[in-house]
């Protein structure tokens, strides 16, 4: 590596990332900052962390930027992620939802921190087999332009895949080699873009959503960015949505809000 990074010079990049993400990096963590970045380093050809703060700071591009939430942003998913909350969501939520839309079968759904799109894939799968006769749009976003890049190509490993059951295998992926392809289809039913969940500005298509998933992206926030983006969840859920974020995660201290639901012991977390 052969960089070092100062104390003071961690402070002020922790915070940068910070502003930027939302993302907290607490001093005991500064070695994830020497992990993600050094290569940032090496191939902008810098002296060190002072130059590529600087380089952020003021003379950056949207470019430079963009590299560093790429790096900076733990991107871990897999289909079939917690699957008690996709059981959860076809078999109750969804039939709530469409009661209180006095049984239109249109639902907008937001899988929100999406990462490379496992979490929207999979919805997609699950209500074209069990909910055939429910139009979703699914619309997936990230902060990362390089998840969401890998999320539209639909190309996984096998540790993407591992959770998949053999019928949807067979169903929707195509063995290549190493790589798995997804279906065409499935691929083209989610609707992808990147986005800052903690951008004040949120697109219009980032709106009026029956469900939110919001999962695994909380856990990087402090309290008061938790509440900023639950907050921006909220917001864009219609009245009588359905907020669901990760199974270790909590809304306890964030907000009040939302009614949670408990069902089948996954937590559900209601706009009233
Ligand atoms: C661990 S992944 C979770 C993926 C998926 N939701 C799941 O539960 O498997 C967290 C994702 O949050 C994204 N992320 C972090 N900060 C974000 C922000 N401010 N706005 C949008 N996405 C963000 C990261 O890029 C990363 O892909």
């Known amino acids: 590596m052969g960089y070092i990074l100062s104390d003071s010079t961690f402070t002020q990049l922790a915070e940068f990332i910070k502003d930027k993400t939302g993302i907290n990096i607490p001093p ?9 970045l050094f290569k940032t ?44 909350q996709f059981d959860v969501f076809v078999e109750h939520i969804l039939p709530r939802v469409i009661e209180r839309k006095h049984g239109m079968k249109n639902i907008r759904i937001w899988s929100a921190a999406c990462s490379s799109g496992e979490e ?9 087999e069990k ?11 990230d902060i990362s332009q390089q998840v969401i890049s890998a999320a539209e190509s639909g190309v996984y490993t096998s540790y993407s895949i591992r959770n998949v059951d053999d019928l949807y295998m067979r169903k929707y992926f195509t063995r290549q080699g190493e790589t798995y392809l997804l279906d065409e289809k499935i691929r083209h039913s ?9 951008s004040p500005l949120r697109p219009p298509e980032l709106n009026n959503f ?21 907050s921006t969840t909220y917001d864009s859920l219609t009245a009588g949505g359905f907020l669901i974020i990760g199974s270790s995660e909590s809304l306890h201290n964030i907000t009040r809000a939302f009614k949670p639901t408990t069902i089948d012991r996954v937590v559900a977390y209601e706009k009233i």
């Open 28 to 36: 005991t963590k500064k070695y994830l900052i020497e992990n993600r």
């Open 41 to 84: 380093l090496e191939d902008y050809n810098l002296k060190g962390y002072d130059e590529y703060l600087y380089l952020l700071k003021y003379s950056g591009n949207g470019k430079e930027i963009n590299r560093l939430f790429d790096a900076i942003t733990t991107n871990e998913t897999f289909f079939f992620r917690e699957p008690l």
């Open 120 to 128: 929207a894939y999979t919805l997609s799968m699950l209500l074209k």
């Open 131 to 141: 909910r055939p006769d429910v139009t979703a749009e699914i619309i997936a976003s």
């Open 190 to 198: 989610v609707r992808f873009r990147q986005h800052n969940m903690l």
């Open 210 to 230: 029956d469900v939110v998933f919001c999962r695994n992206v909380l856990i990087y926030f402090d309290i008061k960015t938790k509440q900023e983006a639950v």
